[in-house]
């Protein structure tokens, strides 16, 4: 349902209704059309991308209705789930996305557990009985908030993370117990005096307006300015905004968070791909900070989830005609989705797939060719590699091909370097801010993060080969250098990638490229044959 000014819309509980992209965001538009369809999705709402016209429009004024728009939105969410925002008992929490008309993936800004604080930490405890859970939540909620809305630098944050890890000998968070996780959250909090003397707002909707404050004003951000020419993206004019009642993976041991492909969108083929990791939330996993676990064993633990996310996938593939990058959550086992669209792919899964899809009888053959028209079929090949020499390291790849580069340690380097020479940008792990650097480089590698993270869908898309979590390889940024297992490499020297297996090699290896000739024939025939038609 939506209301007749086109200010706001609600999704969720059996609400069957409609809401264009163009109007409320893809997110949104997305969102309505699957919650009616019967797929779970978190209950919610959206403000119109209008409201973020006006914005900026108005001097960076928020629009004078916007506060009461946000409170219906937040009673139907509380009628949608029988919580209370700020309740001392069963509070609820809520996300604040963007969503523009067109897909950014990772250009502008998420803030999730929204409506937290010491009064409604104690509430969720008593609700749930998981201190840890409650903790871990509150903790991440002030990072989000710190960094997002107040622009703490994120380093504050994850240097008091890392100390404490190394203190608890833990590999990563989800190790730490609710006493670790409570001192760091106290350590948080003095951050907000610490940094720009800022505090935490006690008033709930203080902390919505001012979180949809900081989604509007990421529409115009440096890193979403930078997308939109990149990728050539005009005649669009902001964001819309999505809030949610939270889901919550990092609830307990059939909790999670994951990012699935409803195909290879590398490759093309049609599997599912899933990354997962349990005691997560989703930012976890676009962002590329952390390691995941694979698609056999979140079926292993989690089957029906399993089952249904790969129902899900075909439904949505089938509705929308095209390959599905999608978001989700699983709660105590139970699967919500959170995002759908059409998912980034190389050109030779571009190719793949869309001859496929006609194979299928999803699309048709004038559809095919559109999605196919710009692509450069004569620079489409298989790369295999030629070498008895062994790899230096090997990680999970992201993106096929194979390429040789100096290495470049920063996006800085990566852009002056590729002026004389190929350039690969080696990174601990890549966050979209790196996208010029990604840019200007033939293949990106990195130490952390998951072939489905924001960088390596934006990789991805860009043509360039991709190999994330290289376990082996550590980077020394003071001497420059890149340490391998069994040899030192530095800043300007040359590694090969090779996105087949995931393995990495010292200098320039040759490869033997091949054509996928019957799919290129395949798109010519049905050239052919719709010119013979037209005349």
Request: charged share 20%.
């Amino acid at each position: 349902m939506t209301d007749e000014k086109l200010r706001i819309v609600f999704f969720g509980s059996d609400i069957k209704t409609e809401a264009a992209s163009e109007d409320f965001g893809n997110k949104a538009s997305v969102l309505t059309q699957i919650s009616a369809l019967g797929i779970p999705v978190p209950p919610g709402f959206a403000l119109s991308v209008n409201i973020c016209e006006e914005y900026f429009r108005n001097g960076e004024v928020l629009p004078d209705d916007v506060p009461e728009l946000l409170r219906q939105g937040i009673a139907f969410i509380e009628r949608s789930t029988g919580l209370r925002y700020g309740a001392g008992r069963r509070p609820l929490l809520v996300s604040v996305r963007s969503g523009a008309p067109v897909s950014m993936p990772g250009a502008m800004e998420t803030i999730l557990n929204i409506g937290l604080n010491r009064s409604t930490l104690r509430g969720l405890i008593a609700q749930t009985g998981n201190p840890k859970f409650a903790w871990d939540s509150y903790r991440r909620f002030l990072e989000n908030f710190g960094t997002v809305v107040f622009s703490h630098d994120p380093g504050l944050y994850r240097k008091i993370e890392r100390l404490a890890m190394e203190k608890e000998r833990v590999p990563d968070d989800a190790g730490l117990d609710f006493a670790a996780l409570r001192t760091i959250a106290e350590q948080y909090e003095q951050l907000y005096s610490r940094t720009n003397g800022k505090r935490l707002p006690d008033d709930l909707f203080s902390q919505l307006e001012l979180a949809t404050i900081a989604i509007l004003q990421s529409w115009n951000s440096t890193r979403a300015k930078i997308f939109r020419s990149m990728n050539l993206i005009p005649g669009v004019h902001g964001t819309g905004v999505t809030v949610q009642a939270m889901v919550f993976g990092n609830l307990g041991s059939l909790s999670g968070a994951g990012v699935a492909f409803s195909r290879n969108p590398w490759t093309g083929v049609n599997e599912l791909l899933v990354d997962f990791k349990f005691g997560a939330q989703g930012e976890d996993i676009v962002s590329g900070l952390m390691g995941v676990v694979s698609h056999q064993e979140f079926a292993a633990r989690i089957p029906l989830a399993a089952r249904e996310l790969s129902e899900a996938a075909k439904r949505l593939e089938s509705l929308y005609g095209d390959m599905q990058d999608i978001e989700f959550t699983v709660q105590e086992g139970k699967l919500f989705i959170l995002q759908s669209r059409s998912g980034k792919r190389a050109p030779l899964a571009a190719l793949k797939i869309a001859v496929d899809l006609v194979h299928e009888n999803i699309i048709a053959q004038g559809e095919a060719l559109g999605r196919v028209r710009d692509i450069d079929m004569g620079a489409i090949t298989v790369q295999t590699i030629i070498t008895t020499e062994p790899p230096l390291a090997r990680g999970i790849s992201a993106s096929m091909g194979v390429t040789s580069g100096k290495i470049a340690l920063t996006t800085e380097h990566a852009i002056e370097f590729s002026k004389n020479s190929p350039v690969i940008l080696v990174r601990e792990t890549a966050t979209p801010d790196d996208i010029q650097g990604i840019g200007a480089s033939s293949g990106l590698l990195t130490v952390r993060g998951a072939r489905t993270s924001h960088a390596a869908v934006v990789a991805r898309q860009m043509g360039k080969v991709c190999i994330v979590s290289c376990g082996d390889l550590k980077i020394d940024l003071t001497r420059r250098a890149c340490i391998f297992p069994e040899l030192d490499l530095f800043e300007g020297d040359y590694i090969t990638l090779d996105g087949q297996s995931g393995r990495i090699y010292g200098g320039i290896i040759p490869v033997v490229a091949e054509k996928p000739t019957d799919l290129i024939e395949q798109v010519r025939q049905w050239s052919s044959d719709k010119m013979a038609v037209g005349h």
